[in-house]
Every structure is written in structure tokens, then in C-alpha cells.
């Protein structure tokens, strides 16, 4: 039986009306699920008895199950949902702006980024639309939080199941949803360039990060097998293009590898190809993957690296490392369950 959460309030609209419903029964189903939290069509009391009964008839309304639970001195908490055929891992992440859930968008990664863990674990498939969303209703509730962003960041590339994705997005996006602004949601990609056209033309507010990680093609080629499909010329094109649609301003997520792409001309190489672009660059400490044998960048190299990207005009920021004590790491927790 299908979820009642994979459905936007549009869709929700077409399939009440061919069960025979009025459309308006709709905005109070949403109401029920995303601003009072109901968990049971029972607790939709305005709803008819007939309506609620034809509802369990043809939709699931169950949250994830919670397989495992970490919390990190820093107030991160991890969960380890347990599905059918995997597991699926979301973190919250607590800022002085709030409270940021990470999301994760498929089962496993085919993308076989090298320094990556989510890629020791092939994909399954793609999540549904309900699974998304359930990440972010079932971690709410259980913590008794409102969560006021959303990065889809955790296990998958999103843009490679791109229609549950926006599905997701309209639904936690909507007034009537969960009404988490654009300006709140950011998806991260490792550089599908049709998918970021799609994307632009999506005419919605939502937050563009690119995992760039490398300064020129050689080194990129070898971290992340996409470029060699999608190289960063054609990458760039599609950034520009994506700006210039959107007027919106995309995160370039690099990751510093020791001795691998945190040198100074790597630096002025990325200062090069991002001139011209409205982009910021966030760089991302390395949560050391025991299988794979890169290493995290001295602090020397960092500062280094931050000020010759500063000295060059670049806008720059570095991102703090949350739940280091608490297999931080995308995919690390999901594969000591499965690996
Ligand atoms: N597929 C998407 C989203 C998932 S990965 C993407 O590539 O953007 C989310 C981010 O975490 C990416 O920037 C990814 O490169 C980064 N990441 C993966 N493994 C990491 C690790 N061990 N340490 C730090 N960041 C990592």
C-alpha cells in the first residue's frame, strides 16, 4: 500500500477526487499530517468516519522505524531507520539558527566517489518520496523539534531520483506542509549538469551545493568518477546557467585531502575556474573512512588553503565537523549495520 506521505498536496487533490472526495478534505488531511502530527487517520477527527475508513484503506501512514539512536556531545543526533531492505541514516545538526536535518535520498550510492563511504554500499534503490519526508516527520517527533532546515546530504545523490526529490521539496516546501522555506532547503549534488538545468527551471527558492572537491579535471577525475561523464567545464557551464536563471548564489563544497588537492596552487587553480561566478566555497574538513586511506588536511595546509582563496577574491567559509564522535561520516553507520 502506498504512503500517504508521497503525496504533494496536488497529487493528494487528484487522488481524492477519483475516490469520490471533495477536493478541500485535502488541505485538512495535510493539516493533520504536518502541523499536528497525527499519527493515526483516527486522530483526523473532522474527517467523516467513511472518509477516515477509506483512507486506511488505501494509505500507510506509519513514521520510520528507529533501528539505532547516537547522540554526540555536541548535540548532533544520528539516526539509523531500518527499512525493509536497508537502512536509511538522517542527522540533525543543531546551529545557533536552528535545527538542520540531513537527509539522506537513496539506498546505497552509485556515484563511487572515492573518499566517500556511502559508496562502499551499491544502491538498492531510490527512496520513495515517503521515505524522504518520513526522515524529517519521524526525527520531529520523536525529538519534539521543529526543524527549520534541510540539507539533502546524507546517502545517495539526489539528483539521481530526481522526481521523489522535488516531490519531497513541494511537500515539506508547501504553506500547508511542513512550510520549510526555499531559502531553509539545500540539495547537494555531485554534478549532474542536466539535472541542474531541471533544477533552475523548477522556479522555487531552494539552496544549490555542488561537491566540486578538486581544482582541475586530473584530480577530479580520480576522486569522483561523474567528471569523467560530466566534465568541470561542462559542470561550470551549468552552474553559470543555473545562476543566471535563478539569481541565486550556490555553495562549492571542497573538501580538503591531504596532499591531494589542499595545496596552494590547487587553490589558485579553484580561484581560477570559479572567477566570474556567484558561488561561495565551503570547505569541509575529511571524516576520515577507515577503507579508503585518505587523510583529514593539517591545519597549516586549511589556513593556507582559506587564505589564498580569500587573497584571490573568493568567498570562502569553513565548515564545522558535527558528531565527530558518532561516525560523523556519511554512510559510516549504516554500513558497521550492513557492511
Ligand atoms: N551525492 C551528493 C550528496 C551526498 S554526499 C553529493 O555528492 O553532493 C554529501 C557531501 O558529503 C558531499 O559533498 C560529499 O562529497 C561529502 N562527503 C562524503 N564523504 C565524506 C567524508 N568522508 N568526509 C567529509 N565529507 C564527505
Not at 542536466?194 to 578538486?214: P, V
Request: proline letters at 2%; glycine letters at 6%; aromatic letters at 8%.
Amino acid at each position: 500500500m502506498k504512503s500517504i506521505y508521497d503525496l504533494t498536496l496536488d497529487n493528494m487533490e487528484k487522488e481524492f477526487l477519483e475516490l469520490g472526495e471533495k477536493k478541500f478534505r485535502t488541505s485538512q488531511v495535510f493539516e493533520w499530517l504536518y502541523r499536528k502530527h497525527v499519527t493515526s487517520f483516527d486522530d483526523m477527527t473532522n474527517l467523516s468516519q467513511g472518509l477516515r475508513e477509506l483512507l486506511k484503506q488505501t494509505y500507510t501512514l506509519s513514521p520510520l522505524e528507529i533501528s539505532q539512536k547516537q547522540r554526540s556531545q555536541d548535540g548532533t543526533v544520528k539516526y539509523l531507520f531500518k527499512v525493509e531492505d536497508g537502512y536509511i541514516e538522517t542527522v540533525l545538526m543543531t546551529h545557533p539558527y536552528g535545527k538542520s536535518l540531513c537527509v539522506t535520498s537513496q539506498l546505497g550510492c552509485n556515484m563511487g566517489c572515492q573518499f566517500c563511504a556511502s559508496g562502499l554500499l551499491k544502491k538498492k534503490r531510490n527512496l520513495t518520496t515517503a521515505e524522504i519526508v518520513n526522515q524529517v516527520m519521524t526525527v520531529g517527533n520523536d525529538l519534539g523539534e521543529t526543524i527549520t532546515h534541510v540539507v539533502v546530504m546524507g546517502i545517495g545523490e539526489p539528483f539521481d531520483n530526481y522526481d521523489h526529490l522535488m516531490d519531497f521539496i513541494r511537500i515539506i516546501n508547501h504553506p500547508k506542509g511542513l512550510a520549510i522555506g526555499a531559502r531553509h532547503i539545500t540539495v547537494s549534488t555531485c554534478g549532474l549538469t542536466k539535472r541542474i538545468a531541471d533544477y533552475a527551471n523548477e522556479g522555487i527558492q531552494i539552496n544549490l551545493a555542488i561537491s566540486l572537491h578538486a581544482p582541475n579535471d586530473e584530480i577530479r577525475d580520480q576522486l569522483m568518477p561523474i567528471n569523467k561523464v560530466h566534465p568541470m567545464d561542462e559542470l561550470r557551464a551549468a552552474i553559470q546557467s543555473y545562476i543566471e536563471k535563478t539569481n541565486r548564489r550556490v555553495t562549492i563544497e571542497y573538501i580538503l585531502l591531504r596532499g591531494i588537492n589542499d595545496e596552494l596552487i590547487h587553490a589558485r587553480q579553484l580561484a581560477h575556474y570559479l572567477r566570474g561566478l556567484n558561488v561561495y566555497v565551503n570547505l569541509i574538513p575529511y571524516n576520515n573512512v577507515d577503507e579508503h586511506g585518505y587523510q583529514q588536511s593539517l591545519r597549516t595546509s586549511v589556513d593556507a588553503f582559506k587564505d589564498e582563496l580569500i587573497r584571490l577574491k573568493i568567498n570562502v567559509t569553513e565548515r564545522k565537523e558535527h558528531g565527530r564522535d558518532i561516525d560523523g561520516a556519511c554512510g559510516q553507520l549504516r554500513m558497521k549495520k550492513e557492511g
